[in-house]
């Protein structure tokens, strides 16, 4: 039999806005004491960038075990950010955001293909590991239903991650330890 795959799918924005607060919330700027004063006071660090390089590295694991790595987010003002996150290793889908600037279908898209991954066999049951990268609640009912179904999830995200998503996981990692060695 072969060896476990890591199918990782991530949802950018979300790593992004909430790597900009866990960034404010580190270098203690004001307003942003703790995540909630972070949040309350809508301060992010502007300055903080992601290393795909290092999150697909650190998410999915060595290039031999990895199923997918997909990354799902809304187009920026250039296509060069999307070239380098796909040199980084992952496989981009983009959607564009709405009239109110607001990214819409991207949650509902990650959570239709991890479903379909695993319901159409590609992810095999108590073996594989299905990692999802993102800290919204709006991902319990998957994670619930495929853990309760044998199916291994790894979420990985900030410490504010919805607490409803950490307890129905069957494994949860937090990128705020590792918030310098994923910073560009």
């Known amino acids: 039999m072969s060896n476990p795959l890591n199918f990782t799918y991530v949802d950018n924005s979300n790593v992004f806005i909430e790597g900009s607060r866990a960034s404010a919330v ?17 301060v992010t660090d502007k300055s903080w960038q992601p290393d795909y390089g290092r999150l697909h590295e650190f998410v999915c694991g060595d290039r031999s075990e990895i199923g997918c790595a997909k990354l799902w987010g809304s187009p920026p003002p250039s296509d060069t950010f999307w070239d380098m996150v796909r040199r980084k290793g992952f496989e981009v ?74 307890a129905a996981c069957s494994k949860f990692t937090s990128l705020n330890p590792f918030l310098p060695h994923l910073t560009k």
Do not use: C
């Not at 580190?26 to 809508?42: L, R, S």
């Open 26 to 42: 580190a270098k203690k700027m004001a307003g942003a004491e703790t995540y909630v004063a972070a949040m309350n006071n809508h």
């Open 93 to 166: 889908k983009t959607y564009e955001k709405n009239f109110a600037g607001k990214e819409k279908k991207v949650d509902v898209a990650i959570a239709h293909q991890i479903t379909k991954d695993v319901y159409s066999g590609k992810i095999r049951k108590g073996m594989d590991e299905v990692t999802l990268v993102a800290g919204d609640k709006d991902f319990v009912p998957v994670v619930e239903d495929l853990v309760e179904n044998g199916y291994i999830v790894h979420v990985v995200f900030w410490d504010n991650a919805a607490p409803e998503l950490k």
